[in-house]
T-cell receptor, first 113, second 111 residues
Framework: NAGVTQTPKFQVLKTGQSMTLQCAQDMNHEYMSWYRQDPGMGLRLIHYSVGAGITDQGEVPNGYNVSRSTTEDFPLRLLSAAPSQTSVYFC????????????FGSGTQLSVL | SQQGEEDPQALSIQEGENATMNCSYKTSINNLQWYRQNSGRGLVHLILIRSNEREKHSGRLRVTLDTSKKSSSLLITASRAADTASYFCATAPDSSYKLIFGSGTRLLVRP
C-alpha cells in the first residue's frame, strides 16, 4: 500500500513547453484532487474528480487540464507552461465523495523559466 | 480570495508553552479540518470538527468551532520543538466536494 504517489518530484520547463504531472493511488479512492502551493501561501484547488470519468474545476483551473480514465490515476496536464505556473503541486485523495480528510502525496516542485 | 484566513501568520514560542492559531471563513460549512505541513513536504491531516460540534480533542490538540462567528481555533498544548511546522485550516463548504485551504500559520517552537 504505497498511498498517493506523485511523479516527478522535480521538473524544470521552458515557457511554452507541455508536460504531465502524474498522480496515482492504490487505495481505490473515489475522490482525487490537485492543489498548487506558492511560496508562503496556502493551497489552492486546481481540479478535482469524484470518480472515473468525472472531473470538475477548482479555484484556479486556467492553464491546466485533467482526466480520470481509471480510479487509480489522475494526471495533471500543462499544455503551454508559463512562469506563473512555477509552484509546488500536490495531489490528494480520499475514499469517497464525502468531504472527509484528504491523504496527500509528497508533491512535485515545478519551475517554469 | 481563499475561504479560510488564519492568524497569526507566524508564531514563535518556547518549548512547553501553548500555541493557539485561529481560522476564519466565509461560507457555511459541513466541517472544518486542520492539517500540518513540515517544510517542503505534503500535508498531514490532524483533526476534523463537524459543523454541529463545538470542541474536539486529539492528544495535545484541542479544536473549537464557532459557526455563528465563522471561526475556529487550534490549540497545541505543551509544545515541543518537533511541533515546528505550518498549520492550515481547511473548510468543506455545504453541498460541495471541494476542500478549501487557508493561508496557514507558521509555528516555530524554540528548544
Amino acid at each position: 500500500n504505497a498511498g498517493v504517489t506523485q511523479t516527478p518530484k522535480f521538473q524544470v520547463l521552458k515557457t511554452g513547453q507541455s508536460m504531465t504531472l502524474q498522480c496515482a493511488q492504490d487505495m481505490n479512492h473515489e475522490y482525487m484532487s490537485w492543489y498548487r502551493q506558492d511560496p508562503g501561501m496556502g493551497l489552492r484547488l486546481i481540479h478535482y474528480s469524484v470518480g472515473a470519468g468525472i472531473t470538475d474545476q477548482g479555484e484556479v483551473p486556467n492553464g491546466y487540464n485533467v482526466s480520470r480514465s481509471t480510479t487509480e490515476d489522475f494526471p495533471l496536464r500543462l499544455l503551454s507552461a508559463a512562469p506563473s505556473q512555477t509552484s509546488v503541486y500536490f495531489c490528494a485523495s480520499r475514499p469517497t465523495r464525502v468531504n472527509e480528510k484528504l491523504l496527500f502525496g509528497s508533491g512535485t516542485q515545478l519551475s517554469v523559466l | 480570495s481563499q475561504q479560510g484566513e488564519e492568524d497569526p501568520q507566524a508564531l514563535s514560542i518556547q518549548e512547553g508553552e501553548n500555541a493557539t492559531m485561529n481560522c476564519s471563513y466565509k461560507t457555511s460549512i459541513n466541517n472544518l479540518q486542520w492539517y500540518r505541513q513540515n517544510s517542503g513536504r505534503g500535508l498531514v491531516h490532524l483533526i476534523l470538527i463537524r459543523s454541529n460540534e463545538r470542541e474536539k480533542h486529539s492528544g495535545r490538540l484541542r479544536v473549537t468551532l464557532d459557526t455563528s462567528k465563522k471561526s475556529s481555533s487550534l490549540l497545541i498544548t505543551a509544545s515541543r520543538a518537533a511541533d515546528t511546522a505550518s498549520y492550515f485550516c481547511a473548510t468543506a463548504p455545504d453541498s460541495s466536494y471541494k476542500l478549501i485551504f487557508g493561508s496557514g500559520t507558521r509555528l516555530l517552537v524554540r528548544p
